[in-house]
């Protein structure tokens, strides 16, 4: 079993749908959260993190972490075309786990 | 600043081959990682650096890798000899130590074929 799970999609959602993604992971060392955004054929990019459990909001992003649960999520409100990218869950002890990553595209 | 640089951007070769891909980290940061990404195993780490000292490489596939970090503004990760199932893209990524979470700035990658 891998340490953090995510589910590969893909996802195709209409212009302006709330998109939800999430990981569920194994290691309770884990202290921060993080998702990162993959367009295609380029490097992944830091979209947002989290320390230990709780919601964080940025614009549009919602960024959710349950420890007890070890499960993570990630809302986009309000969908745009430029969101279309692979999203990955990752997590650090010393060092980052990534998920497999989430392709979603979002259509106009 | 112009990111983490990484090159080739594109390579391709014969198995048996020696490959070598090069990163320029981000002025400042000390620590640089060496990651992997295929569609069966994702994002993998394979070897990382504090300092140009080498800290974890319980990452690195088998004896055919080895990486390198000669000054705190080049690496090089060396597979020898390639075979076809190291095609990936390989990822640089740098850090700068700090309190709290340390963002890692990922480069573009380099995207390797071996034939």
């Known amino acids: 079993q891998k340490e953090v799970e995510q589910d590969p999609g893909p996802l195709s959602v209409p212009e302006g749908a709330i998109v939800s993604l999430n990981c569920t992971y194994s290691n309770s060392a884990f202290q921060y959260f993080m998702w990162y955004r993959q367009y295609s054929r380029k490097g992944p990019e830091l979209l947002m993190y989290?320390?230990?459990?709780g919601n964080k909001e940025d614009g549009r992003f919602t960024a959710q972490v349950d420890k007890s649960s070890k499960y993570i999520s990630l809302f986009i409100r309000d969908s745009q075309p430029s969101d279309s990218a692979t999203y990955l869950c990752?997590?650090?002890?010393?060092?980052?786990?990534f998920g497999a990553g989430t392709t979603v595209t979002v259509r106009a | 600043d112009a990111g983490v640089i990484q090159s080739p951007r594109h390579e391709v070769t014969e198995m048996g081959q020696e490959v070598t891909l090069r990163c320029k980290p981000i002025s400042g940061h000390d620590y640089l990682f060496w990651y992997r990404q295929t569609m069966m195993r994702g994002l993998e780490l394979l070897i990382y650096?504090?300092?140009?000292?080498?800290?974890?490489d319980s990452g690195m596939p088998e004896d055919r890798f080895s990486a390198k970090m000669p000054n705190a503004s080049f690496s090089t990760l060396k597979i020898q000899p390639s075979e076809p199932r190291d095609s990936a893209v390989y990822f640089c990524a740098s850090s700068l130590t700090g309190q709290g979470y340390n963002e890692q700035f990922f480069g573009p990658g380099t995207r390797l074929t071996v034939l």
């Open positions: 989290t320390y230990s459990s």
């Open positions: 650096f504090n300092n140009n000292v080498p800290i974890d």
């Open positions: 990752a997590m650090e002890d010393y060092k980052l786990s």
